[in-house]
């Protein structure tokens, strides 16, 4: 049975590119474009891995993330945030809010698409 991977983006060209590297990984892509719809779509399609870019309108990513982790059956699915910041204590406040991995955009291919592998795979966050 293929992973789910949800894809969580306001920006459609972010969106584009991640599904362009994960294309021929035999997962099943989905997306979202703001928090409130990551949250309805990961309680609807439970995900083995949901990528969410912290800057998101309705819920951004961080109050998504944190409410995903309330959610019976979604507390132990594995997140990677995604943000443009990547100030010093950037990492720090994407992995407090419930992330188990950190990438900054703009996203280097190899690094990406390894960690992706690795969150599905049970080795990596």
Same mark, same amino acid.
């Given at each position: 049975?293929?992973?789910?991977?949800?894809?969580?983006?306001?920006?459609?060209?972010?969106?584009?590119?991640?599904?362009?590297?994960?294309?021929?990984?035999?997962?099943?892509?989905?997306?979202?474009?703001?928090?409130?719809?990551?949250?309805?779509?990961?309680?609807?399609?439970?995900?083995?891995?949901?990528? #969410?870019?912290?800057? *998101?309108? @309705?819920?951004?990513?961080? /109050?998504? =993330?944190?409410?995903?982790? !309330?959610?019976? +059956?979604?507390?132990?699915?594995?997140?990677?945030?995604?943000?443009?910041?990547?100030?010093?204590?950037?990492?720090?406040?994407?992995?407090?809010?419930?992330?188990?991995?950190? #990438?900054?955009?703009? *996203?280097? @291919?190899?690094?990406?698409? /390894?960690? =992706?592998?690795?969150?599905? !795979?049970?080795? +990596?966050?």
């Amino acid at each position: 049975m293929a992973k789910k991977v949800l894809i969580v983006d306001d920006n459609q060209d972010n969106r584009d590119l991640i599904r362009k590297i994960l294309k021929s990984t035999g997962y099943e892509l989905y997306e979202a474009t703001d928090g409130q719809r990551a949250i309805d779509m990961a309680v609807a399609l439970k995900p083995d891995l949901i990528l #969410m870019d912290m800057q *998101l309108p @309705v819920l951004n990513g961080y /109050q998504a =993330v944190e409410k995903i982790r !309330e959610t019976p +059956g979604l507390r132990r699915t594995t997140i990677i945030g995604l943000t443009s910041y990547a100030m010093v204590g950037d990492r720090e406040k994407v992995m407090a809010c419930g992330c188990n991995e950190y #990438m900054a955009k703009p *996203l280097v @291919v190899a690094t990406f698409r /390894q960690m =992706v592998k690795d969150s599905l !795979e049970g080795t +990596g966050g």
